[in-house]
Every structure is written in structure tokens, then in C-alpha cells.
């Protein structure tokens, strides 16, 4: 057992120090990560704090937002929040609270999440993947996923999106005039439904779909058969061993075991 | 019955189905005529309608007119605009124009707002906000063509000009119209009210030499059920801006009605589409597997 301070997965050029570096630098003295043998460290506490925190926003500006998109199907969740008007007087907070933290965390996270032919190959095999065709992830999958890339921009944008809509819907047709408004409205609801739609396939990769993977969120370690199986090369990246022949061993292992 | 006869709900906002007393009984609808030009500028309207509805009364802001304030406010329905207009000739003309709900036959606040129930349009053509139903999102002031409704911080709803639907339900006419003294407000069904105004916009183009004296009724928003009678309806922008051609965005039409369900629906086929790959495909689990069972089925 070894306890790892090191931050992974965002390796920021030293010539520059970036605001959060310090606070990177901070929260590993805050909280700790165990990686037990056999493990990798795949996210520092701060990576998880943040992500935590965008995903109670998210829910907290989610189901505030419900309520004024279908009042007639969620006015269930209003109580909640002290009913219809205080939902509507508190999801600009809550929104705001998401796009500060998603901020943080595309800050976080903005190298590991560049676009690189590696993520046009894996959109490829999208198909062989997520029919589960694919035992394994192409083996020059990274530490992000072309999948999961594409999310984190979605987000981006909707992050944008959001805040503009959201600002011109906050003050109203009386400061913007009615027609920014409707359009806004527009807008800001397309956004959501597409963010609601990626929250699904986001929690149920994270959890039921690709067991393991939720792990990484909360202790922020993996195991090295989920790193090799899923992110192959950032397996070779971080143990310098190649991830196809790691699996190949570890399966003659497993079938020299289970035989009497 | 006869007395809830008048108070039928035809179109509730953000609501799931259809309103329950839509075309259930014959009802007239009702109208509210104002001839802008018999009107004096007495403001009685202005006060049997802060006196019906108990409005509480707020300091006003003087702006050098005749108005008694810029705008109407949430404790403030009805508001006679004041407008000293310049004719081509060099004369002047004071204009008046009650300023209040048109109470549209396509209300745009209705179509805009995604509470159920919040605003009402009743059979016979009041258009009604109910408070305790309301979230308070104002998106009903981007939707009206007449920037009608006033959002009151304190309570964090909105608030608008009833057409004194109480008084109605009962058998009475609206406190503004009972308070007028000239008769430049009268209240009746809407096609009395047209009668009696096309009749009157053609007394003022006869006798009276008002060239362009109309009656204003926009038919982009349906028609209205308050009317005015103008001196000159080709502009009625110079009556405190009444706009000539109101509109609702197409967007609270359009997407609000058709796209908002079926992207809802996609969201909820987002839902669907994680639950049955998981009793489809399954799982994609770390390798290596533990191999098959003998004779088990596995494909691929």
C-alpha cells in the first residue's frame, strides 16, 4: 500500500503556475488517496471535490430547473426548495454554482481533454464499443476516452450557452427586451435536454455499464485490469508496461489458478 | 351553474391536458370598449380600480404629464396614458388612453407560461393570472405584446389587471367602467362593443373629419377584449405606445407546444436507451474475464 501525492493525468508546464496548482497542492493535504497494489491513482482529491461539487450543482440546478420547464409533472420537487417562485429565485445560483465549479474543473482538466487522432479512431469503433463487441478500448485510448471528451466540451458549450441564456433569462424582458428573452428560452432549454441526456449515459457508464469505474471518483483509484481494459495507453503512459500483454498475463494467471 | 357559467376555463397555461370547461356551454364573450376620444383624463377608473381590488397605494413618480405615473405597476392595473401629440398642421391634441390587460383572444402570457394553471383565459375572453399557481419566472412579461404583467418582488409573483373577473362572474360590470363619467368606457358583449364602435369611429370620420378614426382590435393576437376606439388608428404607436402590430415570439408557439414534449421525451428515451443496453449487451467488464462456463451461451 502506497499513498500517492502525486497529481496525475494533468501535467501543467512548470513555467507557468496556473491559480489552481495551489489549491491542487492544498487538498492533497486536506483528504488522501490510497492506491493499493494492484491500483492506479486515476483522480486527486481535488479533481474529486470539484466533481463533486458540479455534480451537486448540477442536480440542485436540475431539479430547480424542472420545475419551472413541466410545473404540471415536477411541481413535486418545489416543496423542496420552498415551492414554485423560491425554485425559480434559486436555480440562477445554483446554475451559477455549476458553471463556477465546471469552470474549475475544465481548468482541471483542460490538456488531458485536447482533441487527438487517437479520439477520431475510438469514434470509429464507437459502435464495436458500445455494443461491447470490443472487449477492450482501442489501444491507443488515453487517459479520457474520445466519449468522454466529447461530453466535457458538450458541457463547455453548454456552460456557455447557459450563462448568456441564463443572465438574459435572470433579468428578463424588462431589461433585455422580449424577443432575447424568447430566444433565450429556446436556448437554455435545448441545452439542458442535451446535458439531461449525456447525465444518463455519464452515470450509468460510470457505475452499471463499465463496472469499476466508480471507484475512481470517490477513493480516486482503479484497478490495473480497468486501466488497461479501458484506457490503454494511459496504462503504458503510467506503468510502462504494454497493456495487451498485462492482460494476457494476468488471464494465463486466472486459468492456471481456477485449474486443480 | 348560471353564475359559474361566465368563469369557464378555455385555455389554462403549462397545463397537460385540455381545459375542462372548453366549449361546454354557450357563453358570450364579453368586451371592454374605451373611446379614446371622449375620454377626459379624470383617473376615476384609475381609483374604483385600485379600490375594488384593494390595491395598496405606493408614492408615484411625476414625469412633467398628465399620468399619474410612467407605468402601470403591480399594485397598479389601470393607468390612463397621457400624450400631447403635435399634428402635421402645427395644432396639438392631448391624447388619453386607458392602459391596462387587453385580455387578448391568443394571450401570449398564456402561451409563454410553463406553470399549470397560472394564467387562465376563460370562455368568455378574460385572460386571469392565478397567484398561487404562479413560479414567478416572468416569462409571461416577455410574451405580452403590451408589457402587461408586473412582477412583485415581496411575493415574487405576478400581478395584472383582472377585467374584474369577480365582478363579472357575478353579473356586474368592471369598477373602471361603473366609475367612468363620460361613457367613454363601456362594457358589454364583444360584438355589441364592436357595433357600438364601428358606429362611433364612423360618426367621427362623417361628422367630425377624423380621416383615419378606427377601431383598434389587432388580429395578430386573435382579436382583443378590450378595444379602442382611435382619431387616427393607422398610428396608434402616439396613444402611449400601443403598438400597431403586436405579435407573440414564435418561439413560445412553436417550441413551447411541439418541440418542448418531444425533446422531453428524447431525454426520457436517453433513460430508456442505458436501461436496455444494460439488459441487452450488459456490462463491458475489466479484462480478463473468468472464462465461460462449459456449455454456456456466450456470443460473439
Known amino acids: 500500500m502506497s499513498t500517492s501525492r502525486s497529481i496525475s493525468g494533468s501535467t501543467s508546464s512548470g513555467a507557468i503556475e496556473r491559480f489552481d496548482d495551489k489549491a491542487r497542492e492544498s487538498f492533497e493535504h486536506l483528504g488522501q488517496t490510497t492506491v493499493y497494489r494492484g491500483e492506479l491513482l486515476r483522480h486527486p482529491v481535488y479533481t474529486r471535490v470539484v466533481h463533486w461539487m458540479v455534480a451537486l450543482f448540477f442536480f440542485l440546478a436540475l431539479f430547480t430547473g424542472f420545475s419551472i420547464y413541466l410545473p404540471w409533472l415536477f411541481r413535486w420537487f418545489t416543496p423542496f426548495f420552498g415551492g414554485g417562485p423560491l425554485s425559480r429565485v434559486m436555480h440562477p445560483w445554483f446554475g451559477l454554482g455549476f458553471v463556477v465549479f465546471f469552470g474549475l474543473q475544465a481548468l482541471n482538466w483542460l490538456q488531458p481533454m485536447i482533441w487527438t487522432a487517437a479520439d477520431s479512431n475510438w469514434m470509429r469503433n464507437m459502435g464495436k464499443i458500445v455494443s461491447g463487441e470490443a472487449k477492450m478500448d482501442p489501444p491507443d485510448t488515453g487517459f479520457f476516452n474520445a466519449g468522454q471528451k466529447l461530453q466535457f466540451w458538450e458541457i463547455v458549450g453548454g456552460c456557455i450557452a447557459y450563462l448568456i441564456t441564463g443572465i438574459i433569462l435572470w433579468a428578463g424582458a424588462r431589461t433585455f427586451g422580449r424577443i432575447p428573452v424568447a430566444i433565450s428560452y429556446v436556448i437554455h432549454d435545448i441545452s439542458a435536454v442535451i446535458m439531461l441526456g449525456g447525465i444518463f449515459i455519464h452515470i450509468y457508464q460510470s457505475t452499471f455499464g463499465e463496472p469499476g469505474t466508480f471507484q475512481a471518483m470517490v477513493r480516486g483509484a482503479v484497478s490495473e485490469a480497468w486501466a488497461w481494459t479501458f484506457h490503454p495507453a494511459w496504462y503504458k503512459q503510467v506503468t510502462g508496461r504494454d497493456p495487451q500483454q498485462a492482460c494476457e498475463e494476468a488471464r494465463r494467471q486466472m486459468t492456471t489458478s481456477s485449474k486443480p | ?300
Open chain 2, 1 to 300: 351553474m348560471a353564475d359559474r357559467k361566465a368563469l369557464q376555463a378555455e385555455m389554462i397555461s403549462g397545463h397537460s391536458g385540455p381545459a375542462p370547461g372548453h366549449g361546454m356551454q354557450r357563453d358570450l364573450e364579453v368586451c371592454k370598449l374605451v373611446d379614446t376620444t371622449t375620454c377626459i383624463g379624470c383617473k376615476a377608473c384609475e381609483v374604483a380600480c385600485a379600490e375594488w381590488n384593494d390595491l395598496p397605494f405606493s408614492p408615484t413618480t411625476f414625469d412633467n404629464t398628465y399620468q399619474t405615473m410612467p407605468e402601470t405597476r403591480w399594485n397598479f392595473w389601470n393607468l390612463i396614458k397621457f400624450n400631447e401629440h403635435q399634428n402635421p398642421d402645427g395644432t396639438i391634441q392631448w391624447l388619453m388612453r386607458k392602459d391596462q390587460c387587453m385580455h387578448c383572444a391568443d394571450p401570449g402570457c398564456l402561451a409563454a407560461c410553463p406553470a399549470d394553471g397560472a394564467i387562465v383565459k376563460y370562455a368568455n375572453g378574460i385572460v386571469d393570472f392565478n397567484q398561487e399557481n404562479c413560479i414567478g419566472c416572468e416569462f409571461c412579461v416577455s410574451g405580452c405584446p403590451f408589457n402587461i404583467p408586473r412582477f412583485n418582488p415581496a411575493t415574487k409573483r405576478v400581478y395584472k389587471c383582472t377585467l374584474c373577473s369577480d365582478r363579472v362572474g357575478e353579473g356586474l360590470e368592471p369598477a373602471c367602467i361603473k366609475a367612468c363619467p363620460t361613457g367613454c368606457l363601456k362594457f358589454g358583449t364583444k360584438d355589441d362593443m364592436k357595433f357600438i364602435a364601428e358606429e362611433r369611429t364612423k360618426q367621427l370620420r362623417d361628422n367630425f373629419g377624423w380621416k383615419n378614426a378606427g377601431v383598434y382590435d389587432p388580429q395578430s393576437v386573435g382579436g382583443t377584449h378590450v378595444i379602442y376606439v382611435l382619431h387616427d388608428a393607422t398610428d396608434p404607436e402616439r396613444y402611449g405606445n400601443l403598438p400597431s402590430n403586436p405579435q407573440i415570439p414564435w418561439s413560445y408557439t412553436v417550441w413551447k407546444w411541439l418541440f418542448k414534449p418531444v425533446l422531453g421525451t428524447f431525454a426520457l428515451f436517453g433513460f430508456l436507451g442505458v436501461v436496455l443496453h444494460y439488459v441487452t449487451s450488459g456490462p463491458r467488464r475489466t479484462q480478463p474475464e473468468p472464462p465461460a462456463k462449459d456449455g454456456a451461451n456466450v456470443n460473439v
